[in-house]
């Protein structure tokens, strides 16, 4: 049984991660009376690579952790300098070694621009990422490895490209009830940044409604047609090629938001028919607006919503060494659980949109493992942007958060559509595998752990009982199971009693940041440090 492993210490034996021998290392607490008594836990880096050293568990998908890739800037499989499909296979080892149980692909569908997310073709895939062929190879070596494929699915707009937009301009009938029209200036003249003329130098009576872009023209969902099309377009993938969900971009602004009944209506009738074909089918929503907002969707037959509190919290936890992350977190899933009791989340330090963590945390290597210690203990499913396992940089605007992942400089699966201009001396992943206190190496152990672990995979998110200035602490527990993550937020050592039962004998589940000393009944713990006792 899983349980038999709870009270065992694991370390870090070598920086290559061979498995070699398990340590079992129980700490025990003397409290003699009338005597205090410093004992001081020195103990070894926790392991990363806890295969075959325990009974084998594994966590089950959706609470898995997922890894984003934007695929222009993964890994080249063809030596054009450009990421695509092949180099994203050909690094499936990579993400496995790390413990990654899906990847999320930022869109591949054929587009005018670097991002994709403007469709020309829902049904094709852009040549400069590959062919079919080559989705069904990683699709099929990805899931032999048990890990799962989810690809961004952008059904708010189109792009000006689509043959559908050309035929709207053309005049065509059909077309033209496929885009949001008006001729009214007063209805332009509440969102002047979204309505357009098809062309500015000789403008019209007419002007299209786009959201994001001039380039990207929203879809009208009061169109039968255009719900029939986008279906048969996100059913193709499931049918075809066996894909796992879908991470659904924009997916609160189909409808603006006094109309949102008729989102939550068209998110129904697009899941349903998902599932028609893939009964577990996972989709994830990018939905701004917090839990209020997001909560329907959970009901509407999303598992979860990209959680952009909860990375705001993080971020300002870590920012201002205080915990600004329970009080808001308790309250969402508690909207959640009323909305659908099996809801899940998605949450993430960094994505493609904003600034990564690094960058928020003005560098600080040792803040920048700490959120990660926070991403990995909390519950549901964490996404790992790529390269922030190895503590990349990326800064607005957004083509500088996409810079080439760091595979060494010879490896040429290394992308080159752009130059690593943050990055120039952030270390590769090579030299960080050799380094075992390296920003890798962090995510690395984090993700092995909590694949091996039940209780930080699956366990309930409860509120601790300890309530101090620059603490951030949180129990996770299945059954009578529990374990307490405390999380020193401050850059000074701090003391307290983690509660009953701390005086007598603990079992140390993870600890980072340096050498903790219990005294008395008072565990001390240094800055910037992690530590999950089960007691």
Not at 99 to 105: D, E, M, P, T
Request: charged residues 25%.
């Amino acid at each position: 049984m899983w349980e038999d492993f709870f009270f065992k210490q694991y370390f870090l034996h070598d920086a290559n991660h061979l498995m070699r021998k398990i340590f079992y290392y129980l700490v025990p607490v003397l409290l003699l009376v009338g005597i205090g008594i410093i004992i001081k836990f020195k103990m070894n880096k926790h392991t990363g690579d806890l295969k075959n050293k325990i009974k084998k568990w594994e966590p089950q998908f959706p609470h898995a952790v997922s890894y984003q890739v934007f695929v222009r800037s993964f890994a080249d499989g063809n030596g054009d300098g450009i990421g695509d499909l092949e180099g994203i296979r050909k690094k499936l080892p990579y993400l496995s070694d790390l413990g990654i149980g899906a990847i999320w692909l930022t869109p591949i569908f054929e587009s005018p621009t670097y991002h994709k997310y403007d469709i020309v073709n829902y049904s094709n895939i852009d040549k400069e990422y590959g062919n079919l062929g080559q989705l069904k190879d990683l699709i099929t070596e990805a899931h032999k490895l048990r890990i799962k494929i989810i690809l961004d699915f952008a059904a708010n707009h189109t792009s000006t490209a689509h043959e559908w937009f050309k035929e709207a301009v053309k005049g065509n009938p059909e077309y033209k009830e496929f885009y949001n029209w008006s001729s009214d200036p007063s209805e332009w003249n509440k969102e002047p940044d979204h309505w357009h003329w098809v062309d500015d130098n000789r403008k019209g009576a007419e002007k299209y409604y786009g959201m994001f872009w001039r380039g990207m023209p929203d879809l009208n969902y009061d169109n039968e047609k255009v719900r029939t099309k986008i279906i048969e377009a996100a059913s193709y993938w499931i049918s075809e090629c066996d894909i796992d969900g879908y991470r659904l971009d924009a997916a609160s602004h189909i409808y603006p938001y006094p109309l949102r009944e008729k989102n939550h209506l068209w998110w129904k009738q697009f899941a349903d028919s998902m599932r028609k074909i893939k009964p577990d089918f996972y989709l994830v929503g990018e939905m701004w607006g917090g839990d209020t907002l997001i909560a329907p969707y959970l009901k509407s037959g999303f598992n979860a919503g990209f959680n952009f509190d909860l990375w705001f919290n993080i971020k300002a936890s870590l920012q201002n060494e205080h915990d600004e992350i329970c009080p808001k977190l308790f309250a969402a899933y508690k909207n959640y659980a009323a909305a659908n009791l099996n809801f899940s989340d998605a949450i993430f330090l960094s994505n493609h949109d904003n600034p990564r963590i690094m960058d928020e945390l003005n560098g600080n290597k040792d803040k920048a493992r700490q959120a990660a210690a926070i991403l990995f203990t909390l519950p549901y499913t964490p996404y790992v942007y790529y390269g922030d396992e190895l503590g990349m940089f990326g800064p607005k605007p957004d083509e500088h958060i996409r810079e080439p992942f760091l595979w060494q400089a010879a490896d040429p699966a290394l992308c080159k559509w752009e130059p690593n201009f943050h990055n120039a001396k952030t270390t590769d992943l090579n030299r960080q595998k050799d380094d075992p206190i390296s920003i890798y190496n962090t995510y690395r152990n984090l993700i092995q752990l909590r694949n091996h672990d039940v209780i930080l995979n699956d366990g309930q998110l409860i509120e601790s009982a300890i309530k101090k200035e620059g603490i951030l602490s949180y129990i996770r527990q299945i059954g009578e199971i529990k374990y307490l993550v405390l999380h020193n937020l401050t850059s000074k050592e701090i003391e307290l009693d983690p509660g009953a039962g701390f005086n007598q004998e603990i079992k140390i589940i993870y600890k980072s940041g340096g050498d903790f000393e219990i005294i008395a009944h008072e565990l001390k713990f240094p800055k910037y440090s992690t530590i999950i006792i089960q007691n």
